[in-house]
């Protein structure tokens, strides 16, 4: 009697877990559905990463029409159960959504069933005791109601789980329609790879900098012009940076190098950033362009999309730099030239010395060119970006 109650409830509690586990596909089905139909991968994969963060599933993936995998997470290696749940969009099947759920108890394990059959036996003990002076129908009847309320906490852990899952799929797909609707495809991409380029609490490193920003803007300058110019702007700095493993800062003039490259790789790429881009802003307002290095403190900022947050001398190096620079030139800080690379790089003349607010002296040299074999290559690399740029903007 006893094993057939357990068999008889254990059913109850595997029929709970697949009513919820099917009521949460559907919930995800019907969000995912939009997504699908316009193959927005971006957002689909939001909802997975949703998905995941909480415990118990798996692995989760998006298909079309045609059985192909369009996104897929996965992540504690496991057994679990295999659900599929068609999308629907306008009463056609667009694709299907795979999930693999973990039982969400563990009392499949040796142990916690030797610990089951303990507790139940001196349950069952003590229940003899106390039931001795009960008739056989009403001890049966105690006894499949205690077994009812020990596994219905089961059933209702999962619906919870259900609910705590609906919550925090709201706000991933309120993220996933504010990228769909105001930011371009590649921009979503480098902001979901590089989202945690920054630990949250933030630390010190040697960087490098590049400032570039309009030198002739004023109240008088045409306000198409000037918009039209900083779109330009933006557009290069972000596939600068992803061309050169480079950061926008929340200064948005700003990129950062060496949060993920070495010294001698970063300070490579910082030169070869601000060469692409000194030729396809030649044809623009008038422009500057600055680069030093220093210690820095950087943290993430709070924004959509996320940015890098930076602070320290260097910073402070840049903006006065950027002062004293009027001719679309490139300038350099002195304390580029202690990386090896640079020596054979680098093609530079003495521009000027400034003096720093608390009075320290900070030589700036002028970037002639790179090396011939740099040189060339980025002057190729600048006509496509140039070309691309004309073809989207």
Known sequence: MFWGSLSWHNSLARQAFQQNAQLLLRQTAEHASPFLQTNNVISLNLMLKSLL????????????????????????????????????????????ILLTIEMPTNHHTIWLWLLVVWALGIALWLAFCIYLTMDEREQVRVFNQHMHDFFATDSHNLRQWNDILDQQLRPAMSLAGCFHNHYSSARIHHCLDKVNVVPRAGYQSNLFLLYLTPTELSDQSDSRQVHNWLEQQNHYLHQVASLYNGEITQDRNCLVFGLEDEPDQAVVNVLCAATVLHHVCSSMTPYSISVTTGTLWVNNSSDLPPAVQVC???VNQLQLMHLHNRSNAILIAENIFQYSRTSTLVNAHIYRDLTMPDGERLEVWQLDSLSDHYDQLLRTQSENLKQNNTETL
């Open 53 to 96: 963060a909480e415990s118990g599933i798996n692995y989760a993936a998006f298909r079309d029409a045609s059985g192909n995998v369009l996104t897929e997470l996965k992540q504690n290696e496991g057994h679990g159960v295999d659900f599929r749940q068609s999308v629907i969009f306008e009463n056609a099947v667009i694709g299907d």
């Open 312 to 314: 320290g001398q260097a």
